[in-house]
């Protein structure tokens, strides 16, 4: 049998357009990942496809994002942490509305310095609530 026969037929083709493939895959990642271009293609992709799927009504869970426009609407600073007596209003409404947990994706670790009275207003909130679990650092 001649060593390049094993190009011949449907299977080594296939094997063959296969190998190709993930070259090519290979190379356009690295491309991507390489030039500052293909990072934010690489960012934008991801916003695509929520845009591709549209808006969808919540269902079990609901997801409250601190976006730039919730720190404008807020008059929130963007290099310093929010106002504690905000998340103790929030706490209080997801209890009001239902919630049958409250999790939090943000540590509160250091004392606020800017509203100290706002700590225990916060505390106060997530015990009365009894349904909040918060971030470890």
Known sequence: MRPW???RGKVNRSLLAAVFGALLTAGVGTF??????????IRHSYDLQLVARGDVAAGEAVMVYLDEAAYG????PFNAPWDRVLHARLIDRLTAAGAKAIVF????SDANTNNPAADPQLARAMKAS??????VD
Do not use: C, K, S
Not at 32 to 41: S, Y
Not at 105 to 108: E, G, L, M
């Open 73 to 76: 609407a807020l008059a929130q």
């Open 5 to 7: 026969a094993i190009f």
């Open 130 to 135: 009894g349904r909040v679990l918060l971030a």
């Open 105 to 108: 994706d943000i540590v509160f």
């Open 32 to 41: 991507l990942h390489t030039f500052p271009m293909g990072r934010g293609l």
